[in-house]
C-alpha cells in the first residue's frame, strides 16, 4: 500500500477553475476577498509559506476593492442626485416621450418621484408616467 504525499498549497484542476470563476464574479466583495485571502494563508505549505511582500499585494487589492466600491457608491448617489435636479427643473414644462406603459405620451410635468428600482420618473398632469431617460423632447407648456 502506497502513500501519495500531496503538498498542501496542491490544487486540482477543478479547483483553479472554481477560483477563477471567483474572481470573474463582479460580485465579489471585500469581504469575500479576505475569506479566500484568510484561507489561502490557513492552507498554505509551512516549508514555503506566503512571502510578506506577496501578502501586502494582497492587503492593498482589499483595500482597492474598498475604495473603489465606495467611490461607486458615490458616483451613484451623485447621478441621483443630478438626474433629480435635472427633472425637478422640467416641472411646468411639457414633455414629449415613451410612457412606462410604452406608449407614446406628451403632457406638462406635475411632479417629479424617485423609486430604488424605477429611477428618476416625471409625472404629468394627465398622470402619465416618464422616466427622465425617455423623455424626447421638452417645450414651454401651453399658455392657458
Known sequence: MGVEVVPANYTTTAQQATAQD????????????????IQELVNQDPLDPMKSQDLLNQVSQIKNMQTLSSLDATMATMTTQQ????????????????????????????????GSKTGVTLVTAAGDEISLDKVTAITEAPKK
Do not use: R
Open 83 to 114: 438626474e433629480v435636479t435635472t427633472a425637478g427643473s422640467l416641472i411646468g414644462k411639457q414633455v414629449s416621450g415613451v410612457s412606462k406603459k410604452d406608449k407614446d405620451v406628451t403632457g406638462v410635468v406635475e411632479k417629479v418621484t424617485v
Open 22 to 37: 471567483a474572481f470573474s464574479n463582479s460580485d465579489m466583495n471585500a469581504g469575500d476577498f479576505l475569506t479566500l485571502m
